[in-house]
Structures are given as structure tokens and as C-alpha cells.
């Protein structure tokens, strides 16, 4: 991964060099290993790199001979079938000219439908005296974007647009409210007011500092068709898989996997052991003396089982109290998803050794795995109900306020994924693909392993793989009371010590448990903060702090979550200490 940013102003002026700099510093975590910067008229760009792949010659910004420059962040795969479809082009010997700028110039503002990978890119063209951001069609990587009456500015996270002065950092309530009850916040607009995410698979097109166009790339397709049996499909889905990972095994420096025992992480692994003839570097995360289920005795045993090198990572209670700040401070864009806890130490762990480590994640959304799928498929009077249809406070009396408008952002993407043809499953899958999955698991990876400048990479989540599994029938996604079916049919045979049919159990940290232990000084804390006073009644939270229930552990963990991010991100207050030292700064 990298960053990038970058400013082009309305007048025509040439954009302020502090300006500049302080957007440079603000991403260079993302890049530590050098950066550049493009200026020309009224534009500047900035990419600070993390070098992957082509460590001496991969140096950005790229240009080709008409002037067009590119900064990115990210990873295009089958660089070598490009540059073959490419050949007929006059410049496309030139070797410091990236296949996407070769594709931009060929078919313009749609040149992102023939990529294949994970991407940030912004392209200035000085012919057509445009700027074009484009996204990757699952938002693995991230862009966001400002527009003010001076300038238009864009970055890889909110975070360096605030701290560069282009824009206050102040709170949008309505998005507050969403992330308070779903854990993350929906569509373009951010919880920072006048903020906006550029969307997954979108480009935008920017002449004198204003968006003149939009255009949006699917990430899935409603055109598949799998007329073969059950085995037939078993071997297709081993082809593209093992096609997928190979491809995201791309790399000039060392590279493992973040393997949790689960199904989807134990797919990469048995294919990262089949394609590799070194042993396999796999990292799992652990909760000692916890009520959750701890997976690392099985994610052990698989990974004995090719001879991988397994590191074992402990995440306990001093953790929780120790790290949380500085998780809470680096989610800039807010998910409070307790899973950033064990991502964060992962890649702190694994990046003594590593810069790139592929996961699991988009698994479940494409092979349908979650068990709110199974749930939303059953009759009422069998427990069927829809998705995310009561909010993490709902019926606590915990908020001053309570309304139905946090669900707004969600309704649109579901009335958005409702496509004629599409079944009910399928647009469960394709609504989680549009909000969930760009705005909560894959935000989460990028901030935690980015704050240890580390790569994630997803190779579910791959054109070709989503093509496959979306497209597939639910009866093959779904049988037997059991999602992912056909992946669990695959599994059993490649590595059947993974035991994909059994009941395997959902992924938990006991942040409840460790909440529970210090309610009686951490409510009070909580509850006298403004921010929280704000919008929360304070006798209630304290009542909710110290309710030993799943429920209210979970809607604890939020507005302590909430607590510690706002005093990072709206008072400005830096992480220094632990939860009780920031709590309590003045």
C-alpha cells in the first residue's frame, strides 16, 4: 500500500507548498520507503510509497509521452497480459509508463473496466486539463475527497485533508448516529462534515477544481452462469481461486497470511502451500483466560499440517486497556469493529518480518457465509428476519434520541442492490458488498496494518473470484443449514484436516469481559465526557456498563469506541497513555 493526495485549485493559481507538505507528512505513514510529487498549473499530486514490487525502478509519479502523469495506490495484476494486449500501441515500449495510464489513453475515462486488482489512482491529464480519481470496484483501497470554494483536495484518508487545513474537522450527526447503531458509516458522505469517500469502483473527472463527471464500475456481476454439475463447479472454483492467490502473491519482499482457522484464511492457505516452495509464514491471534472460543489451536494444527512457519499472537485484557487508543486514534475513518483489536497487533506483530500478508476477507460476502443470510431466508415464524433491522442501542434507553434514520444509508444501498433477476440472498450479499465491506472490514485492514506500514491483500476479493461465486446458485451457496457451501465442498477436498462441515464458531473478542471488569471506574469516565453527554443519557450508561449481557457488552464497547476516537479526532487530543489517561486528559 501507499499514499497518495493531492490539490488542484479553482483560480488557476498554483497550490499552496505548505499545503503540499502537510498532505505529504500526513500520509507518509502509508509510504515510508520515499515519495514523489507531480506539479503542473494549478495541480499537485503526492504519492509516498511502500515498496512491494519493482523496489529500484517502481519510484512514482509515472508519465507516459503525452504528458499524462499517474500517482497510485496499489496493485495491478497481469502486468504482463496488459502490456501484451497493449502492444499495438506507439508508446507502449516505454518502460516507465504503467499499464493503466496505457489503458487511460487508449479508452479514457473508462479504463478501469479492463484493470484487474486493488487501486487508488489519481491521473492528471494535461491534454484534456483534467484530474481522474478512480477506486477499485470492491474499495479495498481507499480515496477521499473535499471540495471547498478555493480548491478541490483528495486523500488516502480523511485525516491528512484535516490536518493539512483544507477542512475543520467537524461532526456530521447523522452519520454519528449510523455509526453508533451498525459500527460503521454508509455511502459517500463520512462522519466529517464535507468529507466524501470517492465510492467503490467509481471515477470522478475534476476540471478547474470542480467534479464534472461520475462513472461506477460493479463490483459483481449479474451475467453468471454455472450450467455444470456440483463437481464441475468444484474444479472451475479450484482454477480461479488458485489464480487469484497466485496473483496476489506477487511480491518482491517477503509475504504471509493472517490465518484464523476459519474457512476462508484456510482456502488461501492450502493454495499459498500448493503454489509456494518455501514454507508458508502464517500469523494467528489468540484470547487467553476469556469465555471466547480461542482458535489457535486449530489454525496451529492446519498449519503444522503443510509445514508452514506459525506465529502465535497473544492479545490480552492489558492489551485491550494499553493499545486502544492508538487503534481508536488510527481508524481516522471510524469502525467500531472490535476485530481491529487482533488485526492491529497482527500486523504490528508480523511486521518485523513481512510488509505483505493476504486474509480472508469478502469470503462471506461472495460465498455467502454469514449466518444473517441463513436467517433472512427462513419464514418469520422461524426466526426469518431481515438484516440489521434493529440498531446496536435500539431499546436501551441509553440515547437521548432515537430514530429510524440511521438506517437510511443501509435502505439505499438494499433498494440499489434490488436488481431485476436478483434473488434475496443476493442482494443481501450485494448490499453488505456496496457498505459493510468497503466501510468496515476493509477500512479496518487498511488503518491496522497501514499504521505498521504493511499490504493487505484479499484475493477473494478478485474480479474473476466474484464473477464465479456471486453468479453461483444459492442452493450451492446455502445447503444442508450451512453458507459457503461449495467452498466448504472444495476445502474438504484439498485439506480435509480443516474440517470445513463441522459447526465451526463466529470470531469474538471478549471485549464485554474485559469491559465488565473495570465497569464501576470506566462508566463514570465514559459517561462525563461532553461528547458522550451529548448524546447519551448518563445514569444510562453507567446502568449499561455495568449489564453483564452480550448485548449491552457490545453497545458498551461502541460508545467507549466512540469516546476514545472523538477525543483523537474532533478534540484533538493525541493517544498518549491508556484507556483511563486519555479518558481523562485535560
Given at each position: 500500500?501507499?499514499?497518495?493526495?493531492?490539490?488542484?485549485?479553482?483560480?488557476?493559481?498554483?497550490?499552496?507548498?505548505?499545503?503540499?507538505?502537510?498532505?505529504?507528512?500526513?500520509?507518509?505513514?502509508?509510504?515510508?520507503?520515499?515519495?514523489?510529487?507531480?506539479?503542473?498549473?494549478?495541480?499537485?499530486?503526492?504519492?509516498?510509497?511502500?515498496?512491494?514490487?519493482?523496489?529500484?525502478?517502481?519510484?512514482?509519479?509515472?508519465?507516459?509521452?503525452?504528458?499524462?502523469a499517474l500517482v497510485a495506490n496499489g496493485?495491478?495484476?497481469?502486468?504482463?497480459?496488459?502490456?501484451?494486449?497493449?502492444?499495438?500501441?506507439?508508446?507502449?515500449?516505454?518502460?516507465?509508463?504503467?499499464?493503466?495510464?496505457?489503458?487511460?489513453?487508449?479508452?479514457?475515462?473508462?479504463?478501469?473496466?479492463?484493470?484487474?486488482?486493488?487501486?487508488?489512482?489519481?491521473?492528471?491529464?494535461?491534454?484534456?486539463?483534467?484530474?481522474?480519481?478512480?477506486?477499485?470496484?470492491?474499495?479495498?483501497?481507499?480515496?477521499?475527497?473535499?471540495?471547498?470554494?478555493?480548491s478541490f483536495a483528495f486523500a488516502s484518508?480523511?485525516?491528512?485533508?484535516?490536518?493539512?487545513?483544507?477542512?475543520?474537522?467537524?461532526?456530521?450527526?447523522?452519520?454519528?448516529?449510523?455509526?453508533?447503531?451498525?459500527?460503521?458509516?454508509?455511502?459517500?458522505?463520512?462522519?466529517?462534515?464535507?468529507?466524501?469517500?470517492?465510492?467503490?469502483?467509481?471515477?470522478?473527472?475534476?476540471r478547474n477544481g470542480r467534479i464534472v463527471?461520475?462513472?461506477?464500475?460493479?463490483?459483481?456481476?449479474?451475467?453468471?452462469?454455472?450450467?455444470?454439475?456440483?463437481?464441475?463447479?468444484?474444479?472451475?472454483?479450484?482454477?480461479?481461486?488458485?489464480?487469484?492467490?497466485?496473483?496476489?502473491?506477487?511480491?518482491?519482499?517477503?509475504?504471509?497470511?493472517?490465518?484464523?482457522?476459519?474457512?476462508?484464511?484456510?482456502?488461501?492457505?492450502?493454495?499459498?502451500?500448493?503454489?509456494?516452495?518455501?514454507?508458508?509464514?502464517?500469523?494467528?491471534?489468540?484470547?487467553?483466560?476469556?469465555?471466547?472460543?480461542?482458535?489457535?489451536?486449530?489454525?496451529?494444527?492446519?498449519?503444522?499440517?503443510?509445514?508452514?512457519?506459525?506465529?502465535?499472537?497473544?492479545?490480552?485484557?492489558?492489551?485491550?486497556?494499553?493499545?486502544?487508543?492508538?487503534?481508536?486514534?488510527?481508524?481516522?475513518?471510524?469502525?467500531?469493529?472490535?476485530?481491529?483489536?487482533?488485526?492491529?497487533?497482527?500486523?504490528?506483530?508480523?511486521?518485523?518480518?513481512?510488509?505483505?500478508?493476504?486474509?480472508?476477507?469478502?469470503?462471506?460476502?461472495?460465498?455467502?457465509?454469514?449466518?444473517?443470510?441463513?436467517?433472512?431466508?427462513?419464514?418469520?415464524?422461524?426466526?426469518?428476519?431481515?438484516?440489521?433491522?434493529?440498531?446496536?442501542?435500539?431499546?436501551?434507553?441509553?440515547?437521548?434520541?432515537?430514530?429510524?434514520?440511521?438506517?437510511?444509508?443501509?435502505?439505499?444501498?438494499?433498494?440499489?442492490?434490488?436488481?431485476?433477476?436478483?434473488?434475496?440472498?443476493?442482494?443481501?450479499?450485494?448490499?453488505?458488498?456496496?457498505?459493510?465491506?468497503?466501510?468496515?472490514?476493509?477500512?479496518?485492514?487498511?488503518?491496522?496494518?497501514?499504521?505498521?506500514?504493511?499490504?493487505?491483500?484479499?484475493?477473494?476479493?478478485?474480479?474473476?473470484?466474484?464473477?464465479?461465486?456471486?453468479?453461483?446458485?444459492?442452493?450451492?451457496?446455502?445447503?444442508?443449514?450451512?453458507?459457503?457451501?461449495?467452498?466448504?465442498?472444495?476445502?474438504?477436498?484439498?485439506?480435509?484436516?480443516?474440517?470445513?462441515?463441522?459447526?465451526?464458531?463466529?470470531?469474538?473478542?471478549?471485549?464485554?469481559?474485559?469491559?465488565?471488569?473495570?465497569?464501576?471506574?470506566?462508566?463514570?469516565?465514559?459517561?462525563?465526557?461532553?461528547?458522550?453527554?451529548?448524546?447519551?443519557?448518563?445514569?444510562?450508561?453507567?446502568?449499561?456498563?455495568?449489564?453483564?449481557?452480550?448485548?449491552?457488552?457490545?453497545?458498551?464497547?461502541?460508545?467507549?469506541?466512540?469516546?476514545?476516537?472523538?477525543?483523537?479526532?474532533?478534540?484533538?487530543?493525541?493517544?498518549?497513555?491508556?484507556?483511563?489517561?486519555?479518558?481523562?486528559?485535560?
Amino acid at each position: 500500500m501507499c499514499g497518495i493526495a493531492g490539490i488542484m485549485t479553482r483560480d488557476g493559481s498554483a497550490p499552496d507548498p505548505e499545503t503540499i507538505e502537510k498532505l505529504r507528512q500526513f500520509v507518509h505513514h502509508r509510504g515510508p520507503d520515499g515519495d514523489g510529487i507531480h506539479r503542473s498549473g494549478n495541480l499537485a499530486m503526492i504519492q509516498t510509497r511502500l515498496a512491494i514490487i519493482d523496489l529500484e525502478t517502481g519510484d512514482q509519479p509515472f508519465y507516459e509521452p503525452r504528458g499524462a502523469a499517474l500517482v497510485a495506490n496499489g496493485e495491478i495484476y497481469n502486468y504482463v497480459e496488459l502490456r501484451r494486449e497493449l502492444s499495438d500501441v506507439e508508446f507502449s515500449t516505454q518502460s516507465d509508463c504503467e499499464p493503466p495510464l496505457h489503458l487511460y489513453r487508449r479508452m479514457g475515462n473508462r479504463y478501469t473496466d479492463a484493470l484487474r486488482g486493488m487501486y487508488a489512482i489519481a491521473i492528471h491529464d494535461p491534454v484534456e486539463d483534467a484530474l481522474i480519481l478512480s477506486r477499485d470496484p470492491f474499495g479495498i483501497k481507499p480515496l477521499y475527497y473535499v471540495e471547498t470554494a478555493q480548491s478541490f483536495a483528495f486523500a488516502s484518508q480523511p485525516v491528512a485533508l484535516i490536518e493539512a487545513g483544507l477542512i475543520p474537522a467537524e461532526m456530521e450527526p447523522d452519520r454519528r448516529d449510523e455509526l453508533l447503531q451498525v459500527q460503521f458509516t454508509c455511502g459517500r458522505e463520512t462522519i466529517f462534515r464535507g468529507i466524501n469517500r470517492v465510492l467503490p469502483g467509481e471515477t470522478l473527472i475534476v476540471r478547474n477544481g470542480r467534479i464534472v463527471d461520475r462513472l461506477r464500475q460493479p463490483a459483481l456481476s449479474d451475467n453468471g452462469h454455472h450450467p455444470t454439475g456440483v463437481d464441475g463447479l468444484v474444479v472451475q472454483l479450484d482454477k480461479i481461486l488458485e489464480n487469484s492467490v497466485e496473483m496476489h502473491q506477487r511480491s518482491d519482499v517477503p509475504y504471509g497470511l493472517f490465518l484464523s482457522g476459519g474457512i476462508d484464511s484456510s482456502a488461501i492457505l492450502a493454495l499459498m502451500s500448493r503454489l509456494n516452495d518455501r514454507p508458508v509464514r502464517s500469523f494467528t491471534v489468540g484470547f487467553s483466560g476469556t469465555q471466547v472460543y480461542d482458535e489457535r489451536e486449530h489454525a496451529r494444527m492446519l498449519a503444522h499440517s503443510v509445514g508452514a512457519e506459525h506465529v502465535e499472537v497473544e492479545f490480552g485484557e492489558a492489551d485491550f486497556w494499553s493499545l486502544l487508543p492508538q487503534i481508536a486514534a488510527d481508524m481516522d475513518d471510524p469502525a467500531a469493529d472490535y476485530a481491529i483489536l487482533p488485526t492491529w497487533k497482527l500486523a504490528q506483530t508480523a511486521a518485523r518480518d513481512l510488509k505483505v500478508v493476504l486474509c480472508g476477507e469478502g469470503g462471506d460476502e461472495l460465498f455467502a457465509g454469514y449466518g444473517r443470510y441463513r436467517t433472512l431466508l427462513r419464514p418469520w415464524w422461524l426466526g426469518g428476519r431481515a438484516i440489521r433491522a434493529r440498531g446496536i442501542f435500539d431499546g436501551l434507553g441509553v440515547l437521548r434520541e432515537e430514530s429510524n434514520r440511521w438506517r437510511d444509508g443501509l435502505t439505499a444501498s438494499e433498494a440499489t442492490a434490488a436488481s431485476e433477476g436478483r434473488t434475496k440472498l443476493q442482494i443481501a450479499q450485494a448490499t453488505d458488498c456496496a457498505d459493510w465491506l468497503p466501510n468496515d472490514l476493509l477500512t479496518k485492514l487498511d488503518r491496522c496494518l497501514m499504521a505498521h506500514g504493511m499490504e493487505g491483500r484479499t484475493p477473494f476479493l478478485d474480479r474473476e473470484v466474484a464473477a464465479f461465486a456471486f453468479g453461483l446458485p444459492d442452493q450451492v451457496k446455502i445447503r444442508e443449514g450451512k453458507g459457503k457451501w461449495l467452498l466448504r465442498r472444495w476445502l474438504n477436498g484439498v485439506m480435509p484436516d480443516a474440517k470445513p462441515f463441522e459447526r465451526k464458531r463466529g470470531f469474538t473478542v471478549p471485549v464485554g469481559e474485559w469491559i465488565n471488569h473495570q465497569a464501576d471506574r470506566l462508566g463514570p469516565l465514559v459517561a462525563g465526557l461532553p461528547a458522550i453527554e451529548e448524546i447519551a443519557k448518563p445514569d444510562a450508561v453507567i446502568r449499561l456498563f455495568s449489564t453483564k449481557n452480550k448485548r449491552a457488552g457490545f453497545a458498551a464497547w461502541t460508545l467507549l469506541f466512540y469516546a476514545l476516537w472523538y477525543r483523537r479526532h474532533m478534540e484533538g487530543i493525541t493517544a498518549k497513555g491508556d484507556v483511563f489517561d486519555t479518558l481523562t486528559h485535560r
